[in-house]
């Protein structure tokens, strides 16, 4: 507490003195936490690098066979150019999943995320049943949904078409229901109170909000579908995985380089066509 000097009058008398109280707030508590925080993911990571308990990480083995990473580094820094046009057909082919992919996952995925999501999906038995679905949907790796539709459905574009609408479903649900339940319930609330049934609620107040999310989460999951594509065919699933398969089986890294380049090409534009799109959806 401070106490202030009594000020003299208009007249040479003095005022009564004024009291003045300086209040300082206490300190904010749990300003350990995040010290706390840091020092069990230093201790984790400590932990998984240890010989004993954790992965037995060492720089050894990477001073040891450097030599191998540096010898297929060089053959990628030359690419086989002669090699474009057999990459042709399987680039195409690649696309082709990926958009096929994007627009069926989309279609499913718009109202899905609207029975995910806890504004536009009251009933709480229906939601939970959707989002336990989704969860084990999105569980399991795409490369594995692949590597069993090829076994059912046989060696092509087809399983890796159903493994990446698996998998974008997974995704965009999750994205956009997110959204949906950080939107303002305002519009919705007064549609219900309306008397509009679910169905004219969503349509009327929920899509106009939901459309931008949408857009860009869908947009994303195709610049993902184009990589992802690639990968399935590892597993015998179309498109340019299976020509990697076989140019990696003989060893043939300029001819992989060139793969490696054309991707990099594809995902670059297929960003920047989206980026573009996106600015003018917000």
Same mark, same amino acid.
């Given at each position: 507490m401070t106490t202030a000097a009594p000020s003299p009058g208009p007249a040479g008398t003095s005022a009564p003195a004024t009291?003045?109280?300086?209040?300082?707030?206490?300190?904010?508590?749990?300003?350990?936490?995040?010290?706390?925080?840091?020092?069990?993911?230093?201790?984790?990571?400590?932990?998984?690098?240890?010989?004993?308990?954790?992965?037995?990480?060492s720089f050894e083995a990477i001073a040891r066979n450097w030599q191998n990473g540096a010898g297929k580094i060089a053959l990628l820094l030359v690419p086989d150019w002669s090699f474009f046009?057999?990459?042709?057909?399987?680039?195409?082919?690649t696309l082709q999943m990926a958009v096929i992919a994007t627009a069926m996952g989309a279609i499913i995925s718009l109202p899905l995320s609207l029975w995910a999501a806890r504004l536009t999906n009251p009933h709480p038995v229906l939601r939970g049943v959707v989002r336990t679905v989704l969860n084990i949907v999105r569980a399991v790796p795409e490369l594995?949904?692949?590597a069993i539709l090829v076994a059912m459905v046989g060696v092509g574009a087809?399983?890796?078409?159903?493994? +990446?609408? @698996?998998?974008?479903?997974? $995704?965009? %649900?999750?994205? !956009?229901?997110?959204?949906?339940? =950080?939107?303002?319930?305002?519009p919705l609330e007064a549609a219900r109170a309306a008397g509009g049934t679910g169905a004219q609620v969503n349509?009327?107040?929920?899509?106009?909000?939901?459309?931008?999310?949408f857009a860009n989460q869908s947009l994303y999951v195709l610049e993902l579908n184009v990589r992802a594509s690639t990968v399935l065919?590892?597993?015998?699933?179309?498109?340019?995985?299976?020509?990697?398969?076989?140019?990696?089986?003989?060893?043939?890294?300029d001819q +992989?380089? @060139?793969?490696?380049?054309? $991707?990099? %090409?594809?995902? !670059?534009?297929?960003?920047?066509? =989206?980026?573009?799109i996106r600015k003018r959806l917000v």
């Open positions: 009291a003045l109280t300086l209040i300082i707030p206490p300190r904010p508590r749990g300003r350990w936490k995040p010290w706390v925080a840091v020092a069990v993911v230093l201790v984790i990571t400590l932990i998984t690098f240890s010989p004993q308990w954790g992965i037995a990480f046009p057999r990459t042709i057909p399987p680039l195409i082919e594995l949904y692949a087809l399983p890796g078409i159903i493994a +990446l609408v @698996l998998f974008n479903v997974g $995704i965009i %649900v999750k994205l !956009v229901s997110e959204a949906i339940e =950080s939107n303002d319930a305002g349509r009327a107040a929920a899509l106009p909000d939901v459309w931008p999310a065919g590892l597993v015998g699933a179309g498109g340019l995985g299976l020509l990697i398969d076989a140019v990696r089986t003989f060893y043939r890294y +992989l380089s @060139l793969i490696i380049l054309e $991707i990099l %090409v594809v995902v !670059v534009v297929i960003d920047v066509i =989206s980026s573009t």
